[in-house]
């Protein structure tokens, strides 16, 4: 079985600094990865996704995060935080094969202080 | 291209009732998955139904089940409902079954049990 660990329930950085969500990871089997974004009241975004392809994936509004096996981490960053990025963020794995769906991790909640 | 859709958006039902919530994936999607999430068990997967056929199950008793029609468009039951199963309800798409796509998902159905 699959499991994702986000480290941090609440993230707080100030509008422009670097923005670091980490994700660590434990699967049998090459994972594939992917990191969501939900706002107040609405679904989950996908912000990107790693699918054993380059290690260093770039997503939406920014955002890039980077596959290190040796580490199990999928962290997530964003060089300049802006205010429309504070959200709820998800760290997800899926083995291959894909039997069970997406595992999420506990989220963690970015704000951003003005 | 219009998004996942899900139907209703709120929908506040008594113990013991039971309740069918609705999925309209992306046009061309084939792929349709079922999350719950709640703020003590976080995103749970429920199932993903692919042509019509269940291809995959998460951890769930019995009382919730699915089913997906000849255009994708898909349902899910909940019988006899409890007040735990109170929570918001994910479906997402993809183009196809398998570990690599990243999904798609709706806005959510909030589900209320008194």
């Known amino acids: 079985a699959q499991s994702v660990t986000q480290l941090g329930s609440h993230v707080s950085v100030s509008e422009g600094a670097l923005v670091l969500l980490r994700c660590n990871y434990s699967s049998s089997v090459p994972p594939y990865l992917f990191w969501y974004v939900q706002y107040p009241n609405q679904g989950l975004q996908l912000l990107l996704k790693y699918t054993s392809a380059a290690t260093l994936v770039k997503g939406i509004n920014g955002f890039e995060a980077e596959f290190k096996k040796s580490e199990t981490s999928f962290h997530l960053t964003k060089p300049s935080a802006h205010m429309s990025d504070a959200a709820e963020y998800f760290c997800?794995?899926?083995?291959?094969?894909?039997?069970?769906?997406?595992?999420f991790g506990k989220g963690t909640h970015l704000i951003i202080q003005p | 291209k219009a998004g996942v859709t899900q139907t209703p958006r709120y929908l506040i039902k008594t113990r013991g009732q039971q309740v069918t919530l609705s999925c309209s994936p992306i046009s061309g999607h084939r792929s349709v998955s079922w999350y719950q999430q709640t703020p003590g068990q976080g995103l749970q997967f429920l199932f993903e139904?692919?042509?019509?056929?269940?291809?995959n199950k998460g951890n769930f008793p019995g009382r919730f089940s699915g089913r997906q029609f000849s255009n994708s468009r898909s349902e899910m039951n909940v019988s006899t409902l409890e007040l735990g199963d109170s929570a918001l309800y994910l479906c997402?798409?993809?183009?196809?079954?398998?570990?690599?796509?990243?999904?798609?998902f709706g806005s959510g159905t909030r589900l209320t049990v008194v």
């Open positions: 139904y692919f042509s019509e056929t269940q291809r």
């Open positions: 997800a794995v899926r083995r291959g094969g894909g039997a069970d769906g997406l595992t």
């Open positions: 997402a798409s993809s183009p196809w079954t398998g570990s690599s796509y990243g999904y798609t």
